[in-house]
């Protein structure tokens, strides 16, 4: 129980520093500043996620004309994803516990396999695994980029491989 509450403290600290340094950002919300509407989106999209069972402390989240969600959602247990991957705009989505993960790596990357280069934005790995990227249509301002990344590589220090 006492590292659960250490690591809460520590998330806390990381993202309210980091989004500190990125007051520009457009959808990255934390804690309490989750609008309903993406509380709602997040419970039908990111499934299994339960805000009642656990705190949401970081959701950036995209919706892409109405078809579908990509984002990150960090809680105090778990990160979840949705997130762009191969070809022809597929998705792949999943969630990490915290007690799973050794390493986390964000990076900006411009030539992704489906676009040819054509669409930047941050591609995302847990413990060496490539889960996707984000940036739906061009969606994503290059602050929320920049604030996701430095977010998602922080996390190590809440993991231990920081």
Request: hydrophobic letters at 40%; one cysteine or more.
């Amino acid at each position: 129980m006492v590292e659960s509450q250490q690591r809460t403290q520590k998330l806390d600290t990381i993202i309210s520093v980091t989004i500190a340094k990125h007051p520009d950002v457009r959808k990255v919300y934390t804690g309490d500043g989750v609008p309903d509407k993406i509380v709602s989106r997040i419970i039908r999209k990111f499934s299994p996620i339960d805000p009642s069972a656990e705190e949401i402390k970081l959701a950036a989240v995209y919706p892409v004309l109405w078809i579908f969600t990509l984002g990150i959602v960090i809680t105090d247990r778990n990160v979840y994803y949705k997130l762009m991957q191969g070809y022809a705009g597929l998705t792949k989505s999943g969630r990490y516990a915290f007690n799973d993960i050794e390493a986390l790596r964000a990076e900006h990357k411009v030539s992704h396999a489906c676009h040819q280069g054509g669409n930047p934005g941050p591609v995302f790995r847990i413990n060496g695994v490539e889960l996707g990227w984000l940036q739906p249509l061009m969606m994503m301002s290059e602050e929320d980029e920049d604030c996701l990344i430095e977010v998602f590589n922080r996390l190590n220090e809440v993991v231990g491989a920081g």
